[in-house]
């Protein structure tokens, strides 16, 4: 199994570009979510979803854009990037999402906006 | 809403050394609680939960947690670190009521282990 995979690893982009950061997962899990990492502020989620066809906000959902077409997908759309959303973006997934669950995470996409 | 404290950005020990890295959290229903690790240029691992029963719950590399409802604490312990700890760990809560796990983090704690 190749986990959770997200491509790219790194990207640069300039003030209103977009771009869709890719994850991909194949443990056959039901929950994918979307989390950005800023420096003294932990992870903060974005976007989930708990299967296909399903998706809901999290915290800081504006500006991102998801959908789930598929089990194994769960592509980040950002439609016209901002500086502010220079960060670092992690994929997980879980079997379920239940509250027991173990997330899985990938390795980060290292996102900066000029 | 919960919210989860890590008051230290950085923990510096030498090797074989005990290390604590504190996670305090507050929230208004019960919740379940997490610790996981970021190694270098890599994503979070789990590293120990605690979900219910024993209030004390250990990782498979040493570490180990105790969940404190009345200090509302999941500080996480390892009585002698080796140089391969250095990572920066992260504590979360998840509320038992939202329908699904939605991971809250801290801000994250460094553990720099040093020979």
């Known amino acids: 199994n190749a986990g959770v995979t997200q491509t790219p690893k790194f990207q640069v982009l300039k003030t209103g570009q977009s771009m869709t950061l890719q994850c991909a997962q194949d443990?056959?899990?039901?929950?994918m979510s979307w989390y950005r990492q800023d420096p003294g502020m932990g992870l903060r989620l974005i976007h989930y979803s708990v299967g296909a066809g399903i998706t809901d906000q999290g915290e800081v959902p504006n500006g991102y854009n998801v959908s789930r077409s598929t089990t194994e997908d769960f592509p980040l759309r950002l439609l016209s990037a901002a500086p502010s959303q220079t960060s670092v973006y992690f994929c997980a997934s879980s079997y379920s999402g239940s509250y027991t669950d173990t997330q899985y995470f990938g390795p980060g996409t290292r996102l900066t906006v000029l | 809403a919960q919210s989860v404290t890590q008051l230290d950005s950085q923990v510096p020990v030498f090797e074989e050394a005990p290390v604590e890295l504190r996670c305090n959290y507050s929230s208004s229903v019960s919740v379940y609680l997490f610790w996981y690790v970021q190694y270098p240029n890599q994503g979070l691992q789990l590293l120990l939960k605690y979900l219910s029963g024993s209030t004390l719950v250990e990782s498979i590399n040493g570490f180990e947690a105790e969940f404190n409802k009345s200090q509302t604490s999941f500080h996480l312990r390892k009585p002698s670190v080796h140089i391969s700890d250095t990572a920066e760990y992260f504590c979360a809560v998840s509320d038992r009521g939202t329908g699904f796990q939605k991971l809250v983090f801290g801000t994250g704690t460094r553990l720099l282990v040093s020979p």
């Open positions: 443990m056959n899990h039901e929950y």
